[in-house]
């Protein structure tokens, strides 16, 4: 069945480093890709997403691009800020049955924590 | 703007109890569905709806009751508390083939603990 798999965490970074949190993904046909972010204590929101290969997503500084060569939708941010200490979640969506509603499939999460 | 609204915030039960965990959105979505997040595992989904009236199975439904009577509500039973359901329990919502694209829209999740 379709999958995704994340590099494990923490992931600690000084703070104006260069982040990068790996997504490699397996599925049948052409998903859509998605990276969530969950803050302390609160719901997932929606931080990017990209809809066919090649697109790239870009949010708050974040991008990821959809690989379907090497089927990878990687997280990066050229400067991180303290702020952006979070658990960081990729996911891809799933046909549930013909009817054309999808269920999103998850990572296991990545838990960034950066340092002033 | 409510969005996706879960109630309560916390919650500890005893081995055996039973209770309701409540979701309501305001967006007029068709899809909804329940989530339970554990460490090191992600998202797991339990049970999700198309519409009003229609329910079925996720990926861990055993041990839970969902129903949709309305657009707007779909709470998630537990009939008999086990340890085992211990988690954060996330509902999520999105208008009727538009999550493939578009995502969901998560609540701020039920912290429940059973002991």
């Known amino acids: 069945g379709n999958s995704v798999t994340q590099m494990e965490g923490p992931v600690t970074l000084s703070e104006e480093a260069f982040l990068t949190i790996n997504c490699t993904y397996t599925?049948?046909?052409?998903?859509?890709l998605f990276w969530y972010v969950q803050y302390p204590g609160e719901g997932l929101q929606l931080l990017l997403k990209?809809?066919?290969?090649?697109d790239k997503g870009s949010n708050k500084g974040f991008e990821a691009t959809y690989r379907k060569e090497t089927t990878s939708f990687h997280l990066e941010k050229g400067s991180v800020q303290v702020s952006d200490s979070a658990v960081y979640f990729c996911a891809l969506s799933d046909r549930l049955s013909a009817d054309s509603s999808y269920k999103l499939i998850f990572g296991s999460g990545t838990r960034l924590l950066v340092r002033p | 703007n409510a969005g996706v609204t879960q109630t309560p915030k916390f919650q500890v039960l005893k081995t055996g109890q039973s209770m309701t965990l409540q979701c309501a959105q305001d967006m007029n979505h068709e899809y909804m569905s329940w989530y339970r997040q554990d460490p090191g595992m992600g998202l797991r989904l339990i049970h999700y709806s198309v519409g009003a009236g229609i329910t079925d199975q996720g990926e861990v439904p055993n041990g839970y009751n969902v129903s949709r009577s309305t657009t707007e509500d779909f709470p998630l039973r537990l009939l008999s508390a086990a340890p085992s359901q211990t988690s954060v329990y996330f509902c999520a919502s999105s208008y009727f083939g538009t999550s493939g694209s578009y995502g969901y829209t998560f609540g701020s999740g039920t912290r429940l603990t059973v002991v």
């Open positions: 599925a049948t046909g052409y998903p859509s």
């Open positions: 990209a809809t066919k290969a090649d």
